[in-house]
Nanobody
Framework: QVQLVESGGGFVQAGGSLRLSCAAS????????MGWFRQAPGKEREFVAT????????YYGDSVKGRFSISRDNAKNTTYLQMNSLKPEDTAVYYC?????????????????????WGQGTQVTVSS
């Protein structure tokens, strides 16, 4: 049974930082592309960042480029999202997701429909 468990969310003032973690189990982590998405109240789920299974490629949503950084530790079955210079508009529930990589160690995906497994989410609240 695949499980993705996010942690690290919380309340922070604008300009602050948080680091989210996503611990995976029940899968061969190094075979999976990992992604982070977020959903604010009343809005659609939004792509945040993704990382290829080898970590050679990363890609970010326009709203977080230059502020957020995704990484992974395949030995620990964990992916991370370092969030700096947080803004009130970053307030959302953040979800990690996993998708099996079949073609290349450098492939990645930004469409949430392409991900197979999801965590339960962690709330991030940024005050102004």
């Amino acid at each position: 049974q695949v499980q993705l468990v996010e942690s690290g969310g919380g309340f922070v003032q604008a300009g602050g930082s948080l680091r989210l973690s996503c611990a995976a189990s029940g899968l061969t982590f190094s075979n999976y592309i990992m992604g982070w998405f977020r959903q604010a109240p009343g809005k659609e789920r939004e792509f945040v960042a993704t990382i290829s299974r080898s970590a050679v490629n990363t890609y970010y949503g326009d709203s977080v480029k230059g502020r957020f950084s995704i990484s992974r530790d395949n030995a620990k079955n964990t992916t991370y999202l370092q969030m700096n210079s947080l803004k009130p508009e970053d307030t959302a529930v953040y979800y990690c997701a996993a998708r099996r990589s079949y073609y290349s160690s450098s492939e990645y995906y930004i469409n949430d429909q392409q991900y197979q497994f999801w965590g339960q989410g962690t709330q991030v609240t940024v005050s102004s």
